[in-house]
């Protein structure tokens, strides 16, 4: 089959009516379907329900009780598992409250308030701030820079991390680039896992900020969707030994592992912003929540036990994320109207429709009772300045819902793109 492009006049305006028909015929179903977040489903947190049932005990292993204030690191063996999972050491972990967010929050704000080690100055006094964000990326990294002030700058994300060359060219000689997001296993959109390369010059190159963080948000390091378990890089260790062991700020949580709202959260860096991010911290806090600490310990047991628990989260969600790539790929190959990801691990399939439809795609679905992520959710202040990228979230919905709105999605990016082509 030729591809759209190539359609002569006649055959393009056959081609329209027809997904026209198909559209009405999805529209007349009534659907109500919702894409628009990456949540676990109902399913996912089903596997976390012994939770519920804990703690059976109020004291950790000292003895200490797990009620009363203090303990602002967290629960020991807690860090302790988050430790190994992120092949860091246990004195570098703080654990916090149900939120990574919320602790990215608090080293952005005390950043500005306080300046870190390195800074000459609190951040709010620099006569310029700028982050780099590489995109597709994460909406909610970038609407809180935006809340705060701070200018954004893009660079592309490839599929081994940002374009590490235009990310050195920009914090080189400008002193008001301070930092750069990134999520280096499985990013939220694209599913890139930022390699070892990649990750080493990120921590080397030189900046003209002294104080240059990298905001490394390992939001999804452990939410594999096949049996070839990608290992993030080892951003701490290759920090120090550049010279830069301040540099990168490393977060986890366990909201898509046991229950979004009501999980434990990691924060880990080196000596020094460990105790700069705890001073700080203590001005607002006298403790975590250390029986929800426990309790995720007890449920856990291990490591291991948190590995073999998100391997029954891939049962449960890999299928959908198949039923994406088979309904895209029975609708769109050979048109050449769209891209869509693969992806090994995270919450996101990647969906790149033809340039200036993201926005009617996402309007034709909404009218279809099929709910999607805004186009352009993944740049920031949602500005695409090519109007084609829709981020696509599949594990919600049971696995039907996704094979039906796929399906769906599909209809509406052939159509768009033969209204682009057809000139209306």
């Not at 030994?241 to 990168?248: L, Y």
């Not at 607002?284 to 309790?295: E, F, M, Q, V, Y």
């Not at 790929?329 to 109207?337: H, I, R, S």
Request: with cysteine.
């Amino acid at each position: 089959m030729p591809t759209l492009q190539d359609l002569d006049a006649d055959a393009l305006a056959s081609f329209r009516a027809a997904k026209e028909e198909e559209f009405a015929a999805l529209k007349a179903r009534g659907l109500k379907l919702d894409l628009t977040r990456g949540k676990p489903s109902s399913a996912q947190l089903d596997l976390s329900d012994a939770l519920l049932t804990l703690p059976t005990t109020t004291k950790d292993r000292s003895g200490a009780d797990v009620r009363n204030y203090g303990g602002l690191e967290g629960l020991p063996e807690l860090r302790e598992i988050f430790a190994e999972l992120l092949w860091v050491e246990t004195d570098q972990v703080v654990c916090g409250g149900n939120s990574s967010l919320t602790l990215m929050h608090q080293v952005l704000t005390s950043l500005l308030l306080h300046g870190g080690p390195g800074s000459e100055r609190p951040w709010k006094d620099e006569p310029a701030l700028k982050f780099v964000c590489p995109v597709p990326g994460y909406d909610r990294h970038f609407s809180m820079l935006a809340d705060l002030g701070i200018e954004m700058v893009t660079v592309d994300m490839f599929d081994d991390g940002p374009d590490v060359d235009a990310v050195a060219a920009l914090v080189k000689d400008d002193p008001a680039v301070k930092g750069i997001w990134i999520v280096p296993t499985y990013a939220n959109p694209s599913g890139a896992v930022v390699s070892a390369e990649v990750a080493a010059a990120l921590m080397a190159m030189p900046t003209a900020a002294p104080d240059f963080r990298i905001m490394w948000d390992n939001a999804y390091a452990f939410h594999h969707l096949t049996e070839d378990e990608a290992k993030s890089a080892d951003a701490l260790s290759l920090a120090a030994a550049s010279g830069h062991p301040d540099r990168p700020i490393m977060f986890a949580s366990t909201s898509k592992i046991t229950f979004a709202g009501a999980g434990v959260s990691v924060v880990a860096a080196s000596a020094a912003n460990k105790a700069w991010y705890l001073k700080h911290l203590a001005m607002a806090s006298i403790g975590p929540d250390k029986i929800n600490h426990l309790r995720h310990v007890e449920f856990f047991g291990s490591a291991d036990g948190v590995r073999a628990h998100m391997r029954k989260h891939r049962d449960i969600i890999a299928p959908k994320f198949d039923a994406v790539d088979v309904a895209l790929g029975t609708a769109l190959d050979g048109l050449d109207v769209a891209e869509w990801t693969k992806p090994t691990g995270g919450y996101f399939v990647n969906l790149d429709v033809l340039d200036g439809t993201a926005t009617r795609v996402v309007a034709l679905a909404k009218d279809a009772g099929i709910a999607l992520t805004p186009a352009g959710a993944s740049f920031p202040h949602g500005h695409d300045p090519r109007d084609r990228n829709i981020r696509l979230a599949p594990t919600f919905p049971v696995l039907e819902e996704v094979e039906t709105a796929m399906a769906g999605v599909a209809t509406c990016v052939a159509l768009a793109a033969a209204e682009k082509l057809s000139g209306a």
